[in-house]
């Protein structure tokens, strides 16, 4: 799936977010495969996901 998604699970983010400090938390894959017993993730979101933080990182190097 690709977009936004929900997750019944806590993240940081949250808090950051309650004390006005712009976070988000993101991942790779499916979050109805993460973190159950058997989490799994597909070799082509990996890649696919691996690709993306780079461009993120290309990017605020650039406005930084």
């Known amino acids: 799936m690709r977009g936004f998604e929900t997750a019944p699970w806590f993240s940081d983010a949250t808090v ?6 712009p ?6 894959g499916s979050i109805a495969q993460a973190h159950p017993r058997d989490e799994f993730i597909f070799e082509s979101d990996l890649i696919e996901g691996a690709a993306a933080f780079t461009r993120l990182i290309d990017h605020l190097e650039a406005v930084v």
């Open 23 to 28: 976070a988000v938390a993101i991942g790779p």
């Open 16 to 21: 950051f977010n309650a004390h006005g400090i």
